[in-house]
């Protein structure tokens, strides 16, 4: 408890029954929005994903972006300096704050938005190419109706071809195997851990430490990948790829990271 008043974070007296979605506002503390960019270390991860999602995108003739999880703005600084026309939402003033912050130090102007997923279209106007949600930011709904509503916003904010790209830790592991991660793809700082302090079907509890010795906390919904996939497939979307860590090919248990590819049309094979 003395953690979290010395760090701004508060998850009450049973921090592992803290199971709500608006929690995570609470959460991202200016303190923790401070750090976070240690925790990525963006030249890093720049240099794990490689050209990954622009591929992506550009493969599928995508121009107009939405990122509705921007952070601290690494994924939106990287497609506008790939060309892009993005907007960058997030639920997290702070985030939002840090983000474009981020971007005027590299001469670029993000266009933000501060928007909760659940009513994204009430925020963010227009029809996307596509969406990108990263950073394992989904697992921050807790409610199953959240989750559907989310997703069914994203839906409604695409164009009749849209895309939608997200992505999450792999829980299935984590759970079925117990944790075990290098931290090559997402979380790059080598000098700071970020690991489960509780898991269970309906909570992960997450620790994150770093190396002057403050500690923070997120409270996440331990997602199952074929869980997610079934749920975008229940709001809509129409085909679905997964890559793990950023590969086609790979076996179930062995990436830290899922990315689900999902399209709004149906394609004929």
Known sequence: MDE???????????PVRTRDTGRYQKEYVQSFVEKWDELIDWEARADSE??????????????????????????????????????????????????????????LMLHTVHADWRWLNKDVHGKYDAIICLGNSFTHLHDEMDRRRALAEFYAALKWDGLLVLDQRNYD????????????YYYCGDKVTAEPEHIDDGLAR???????????????????KTY???????????RIKTYGDFQETYQENAPDFFVHVAEKEHHDA
């Open 50 to 107: 490689g050209q990954f999602f622009i591929d992506i995108l550009k493969a599928r003739g995508k121009q107009k972006v939405l990122d509705v999880a921007t952070g601290t703005g690494f994924h939106s600084v990287q497609l506008l300096k790939a060309g892009f026309d993005v907007t960058s939402a997030d639920g997290n003033a702070e985030m939002l704050t840090k983000a474009f912050e981020n971007a005027r130090r590299r001469d």
């Open 4 to 14: 979290q008043v010395r760090n701004g974070q508060d998850h009450g007296a049973d």
């Open 206 to 224: 997450f620790r994150y430490s770093f190396p002057d010795g403050s500690v923070f906390h997120l409270n996440m919904f331990p997602l199952r």
């Open 173 to 184: 592991s984590i759970l079925d195997e117990g944790f075990s991660t290098q931290h090559k």
């Open 228 to 238: 997610t996939r079934n749920l975008m497939q229940e709001v809509g979307f129409q």
